[in-house]
Nanobody, 126 residues
């Protein structure tokens, strides 16, 4: 069963840090890719960071490069998103996602994600 559970969200002031965790089932962790997406009120969901679990290749949207870092712990079937230097515009519901996009697509191809967690809220105040 493909299932993911996010945790670690919360409220912080601008400039602060949070670390999100995504605990996945074994079936999920056998997928090629896992990623973090976010959706702010009134906006479309957008990919934030992704990782190829076997190759450990990472991908980031431009607005979070240098501030966010995605990592994995294979022993715990867990993917993390370390978020530093948070800004009010980072406020959103953050979702963990998984995908098997095939050999032709990298894990940075956001449209290929089709398994989703329930989300965890991140609120950054100015």
């Amino acid at each position: 069963q493909v299932q993911m559970v996010e945790s670690g969200g919360g409220s912080v002031q601008a400039g602060g840090s949070l670390r999100l965790s995504c605990l996945a089932t074994e079936v999920t962790y056998n997928k090629k890719c896992m990623a973090w997406f976010r959706q702010a009120p009134g906006k479309e969901r957008e990919g934030v960071a992704a990782v190829n679990l076997a190759a450990r290749t990472t991908y980031y949207r431009n607005s979070v490069k240098g501030r966010f870092s995605i990592s994995q712990d294979n022993a715990k079937n867990t993917v993390y998103l370390q978020m530093n230097s948070l800004k009010p515009e980072d406020t959103a519901m953050y979702y963990c996602a998984a995908a098997d996009p095939g050999a032709w697509y990298s894990c940075g191809y956001w449209q290929k994600y089709d398994y989703w967690g329930q989300g965890t809220q991140v609120t950054v105040s100015s």
